[in-house]
């Protein structure tokens, strides 16, 4: 078991990391969208002069118009984020294979059930233990226990 086998767990992590970031960006500009497309938030208003005769303006007019230039330049963004999230997902899946390779190959059930939660399911340690107390029913799992097991299974496979 190499290093660079354990590295694959982290990788993993970082990756899924990034597409719920990029999930979370694509949300925000969609909502965006929606309030250009239903509300106020979409109209662009001024107050103009129609002219001037000698020094004198004519008059004012309110001019009114949906802020187009905005509206396409956030829909650009939605179409790249959705694209470069789709790479993600793809390059995120070939990970996901991969770790959960590694974590089978571990010898230890129970570990392989807290990396399992921890990498895979992207628990915190205190909803690793909770799972674990659930899993194994008497036993009694803290965060401290579960990180402690995996720190040391993983600093003596370094």
Same mark, same amino acid.
């Given at each position: 078991?190499?290093?660079? &086998?354990?590295?694959?767990? #982290? ?14 960006? *694509? ?8 309030? %250009?497309? #239903? ?18 303006? %004519?008059? #004012? ?12 330049r956030a829909s650009k963004n939605l ?8 790479? +993600? ?21 129970? %570990? +392989?059930?807290? =990396?399992?939660?921890?990498? *895979? ?11 674990? &107390?659930?899993?194994?029913?008497? +036993?009694?799992? #803290?965060?401290?226990? =579960? ?9 003596? &496979?370094?």
């Amino acid at each position: 078991m190499g290093k660079e &086998n354990i590295n694959i767990l #982290t990788q993993y992590a970082d990756a899924a990391a990034r597409v719920k970031y990029l999930r979370k960006e *694509i949300s925000k500009l969609e909502d965006k969208i929606f309030k %250009l497309e #239903t509300t106020d938030l979409g109209i662009a208003s001024d107050v103009v002069t129609k002219g001037k005769r000698g020094g004198r303006p %004519l008059g #004012t007019v309110k001019i009114t118009g949906f802020r187009q230039q905005e509206y396409d330049r956030a829909s650009k963004n939605l179409i790249e984020r959705k694209l470069l999230l789709k790479h +993600r997902e793809d390059g995120l899946l070939e990970l996901m294979n991969q770790a959960e390779e590694f974590i089978e190959g571990i010898g230890d059930i129970e %570990l +392989r059930n807290i =990396c399992s939660l921890y990498y *895979i399911e992207d628990m915190t340690w205190a909803l690793v233990a909770f799972n674990m &107390n659930e899993i194994y029913k008497g +036993r009694n799992y #803290t965060s401290d226990s =579960c990180r402690m097991k995996h720190d040391r299974y993983f600093i003596k &496979n370094l």
